[in-house]
């Protein structure tokens, strides 16, 4: 079992930065595919990131790339998003999900474990 708990959301303001993190328990993360998925209001839940369990490869909605960047410390069952030039389209509840296997994910259906969500909301 997996278990995952996000932190870092908050408050941005337009080009702001945030960096969520997520804790993973378990032995077995470095065995894990990680990704970040985002729900806005009204929407359906919508992939964001997603990093192999080494690190070495990664994946980003084209919504986000060159902006966001996920990373891992497999060392502290960690897993990131560095978030910056934030943009009122990006408020959402953030989740970090876990999955096993090949490849990196980009359905929710991929993943079979989730955390609670993490809010970050854009300030004008």
């Known amino acids: 079992q997996v278990q995952l708990v996000e932190s870092g959301g908050g408050l941005v303001q337009a080009g702001g930065s945030l960096r969520l993190s997520c804790a993973a328990s378990?032995?077995?993360?470095?065995?894990?595919?990680m990704g970040w998925f985002r729900q806005a209001p009204g929407k359906g839940r919508e992939f964001v990131a997603a990093?192999?369990?080494?690190?070495?490869?990664?994946a980003y909605a084209d919504s986000v790339k060159g902006r966001f960047t996920i990373s891992r410390d497999n060392a502290k069952n960690t897993v990131y998003l560095q978030m910056d030039n934030l943009k009122p389209e990006d408020t959402a509840v953030y989740y970090c999900?876990?999955?096993?296997?090949?490849?990196?994910?980009?359905?929710?259906?991929?993943?079979?474990?989730w955390g609670q969500g993490t809010q970050v909301t854009f300030s004008s």
């Open positions: 999900a876990a999955r096993y296997g090949v490849g990196l994910g980009t359905e929710t259906t991929q993943y079979a474990y």
């Open positions: 990093i192999s369990w080494s690190g070495g490869k990664t």
């Open positions: 378990g032995r077995t993360f470095s065995s894990l595919t």
